[in-house]
């Protein structure tokens, strides 16, 4: 159920979480340093994309946010005030979810078991599929919610795990690639719902992608990585860097102009 309130609603101010700081953050496998003297500020309603080759740590620095994976630094949540808070709501969309297609499990199925309740084939009450239609509704999906997860085309199912991390509305929001392999308006479509939505509530958003042009269109602020933070600041800044140039080559420059 959406529980934070709307922007409007908080009078111009932040709701919950004002900004997201990573400082110092390393991540070392062995004798392999993923990631090193990772800083980022990220504000709330903001959303930072990260960009970078495969293996630049794009993924690891989400799951050492998400706290699955051991990292040395500090993590630190600031309220409107600048005061430290406790570890914030954090919802996370992968880039994919394995499912096995012949599954009788329902979108309504799913959202029970993430909420540990009773399968939805026992007993329902009507208050939770309210809610669950509410959810999906913010993201276009209410007419979903009985139909089988392994039935859904990829666009459908990842609004519906992003239905499922915004319930209720985090103060961070971790995209994993969330539109790999998805059409052209699928992608569309859930871009312009994460753009509404963050607006909606001031939303703190990270985002990996490698889609250039979406990155330009909707992230506030690019950060090229590649095991540690090589350039950063608006796409425009980012695609014109050296570091840019250097990483991803002349052709693809373009994108910045």
Not at 19 to 35: A, D, M, S
Not at 55 to 67: D, N, R
Not at 135 to 161: D, F, M, N, P, Y
Not at 211 to 218: A, N, R, S
Request: some cysteine; aromatic content about 4%.
């Amino acid at each position: 159920m959406i529980k934070r309130k709307h922007k409007n609603a908080c009078k111009n101010s932040c709701c919950g979480l004002c900004c997201t700081r990573i400082e110092n953050v390393c991540v070392v496998r062995g004798n392999q340093t993923i990631l090193d003297n990772i800083n980022m500020h990220i504000h709330c309603g903001e959303l930072t994309a990260l960009i970078g080759p495969n293996g630049a740590g794009k993924s690891t620095l989400l799951k050492a946010l998400l706290g699955e994976i051991k990292h040395t630094g500090e993590l630190k949540f600031l309220d409107a005030k600048g005061i430290r808070t406790g570890h914030p709501l954090i919802g996370y969309v992968p880039q994919n979810l394995s499912l096995d297609a012949n599954s009788p499990t329902s979108v309504l199925d799913l959202f029970m078991a993430c909420k540990s309740l009773l399968p939805a084939w026992l007993y329902t009450p009507k208050k939770i599929i309210k809610d669950v239609l509410e959810s999906l509704t913010h993201v276009k999906a209410e007419h979903l919610i009985r139909r089988r997860v392994g039935a859904l085309s990829g666009g459908e199912l990842q609004r519906v795990l992003l239905a499922l991390a915004l319930d209720p509305i985090p103060d961070l929001l971790l995209l994993d690639e969330p539109v790999s392999g998805i059409d052209q308006n699928g992608m569309e479509l859930f871009y312009k719902t994460v753009a509404k939505i963050r607006e909606d509530y001031d939303l703190s958003v990270i985002l990996v992608s490698h889609d250039l042009d979406v990155i330009k269109k909707y992230a506030d602020r690019v950060v090229l990585l590649n095991g540690t933070i090589l350039s950063s600041g608006t796409s425009e800044e980012v695609y014109n860097s050296e570091s840019f140039l250097k990483t991803f080559g002349m052709r693809t420059i373009k994108m910045g102009k």
